[in-house]
């Protein structure tokens, strides 16, 4: 019998995959705002000395998985019912975090913080754009679009040691509908 697969997992994947096309590997090789490190999970199980470096998370309990139940009082977003009618299929919000650090070793400021910018634009642009796998779950859960919600990059360091922190917040919209036993 073949190993279950899971939404989570998947899109995890696809996250990651993403990422490592866009800001890795079709970045040429002297580009200073290519990544270094693009991993899921925290940098710190897989320290690196990199100047750009991506970890990927799934939902926290700050940022959690959680069912649709956005309506238009809420003000903007998606607006979508919380189950389908006529079906036991629910409406997820599946949640993930994109986290950066960079490091910038150069005296011009306005030479760092425009590399810094640059990196933080790539990314959102990547998340933005990617191929949703669509292929439902052995749970019966299958990804349908992706948000990014919002985003963030803080600087510190200062003449020629550079920092920026930052992270991005997005969102897989999934339909699940558990399939009979």
Do not use: C
Request: no cysteine; net charge negative.
């Amino acid at each position: 019998m073949p190993e279950p697969v899971s939404v989570y997992n998947t899109l995890l994947n696809a996250i990651h995959q993403r990422l490592t096309d866009r800001l890795r590997v079709e970045v040429d090789a002297d580009d200073m705002t290519k990544a270094g490190v693009v991993m899921v999970g925290r940098l710190q199980d897989d320290p690196t000395t990199g100047a750009i470096n991506i970890q990927i998370l799934p939902g926290d309990e700050t940022w959690p998985h959680e069912l649709n139940t956005q309506t238009e009082d809420d003000g903007p977003g998606l607006y979508m019912p919380t189950y389908e009618v006529g079906s036991n299929a629910a409406f997820w919000r599946e949640r993930f975090s994109v986290d950066l650090t960079i490091h910038i070793s150069v005296r011009d400021r306005n030479v760092a913080r425009r590399r810094a910018w640059v990196v933080f634009s790539r990314l959102r642009h990547a998340l933005m754009t990617i191929d949703v796998p669509t292929e439902p779950d052995g749970f019966g859960a299958r990804a349908m679009m992706v948000q990014v919600n919002s985003g963030y990059m803080r600087e510190s360091g200062g003449e020629g040691n550079y920092q920026w922190t930052g992270s991005l917040k997005l969102e897989f919209i999934t339909a699940v509908e558990p399939p009979e036993n």
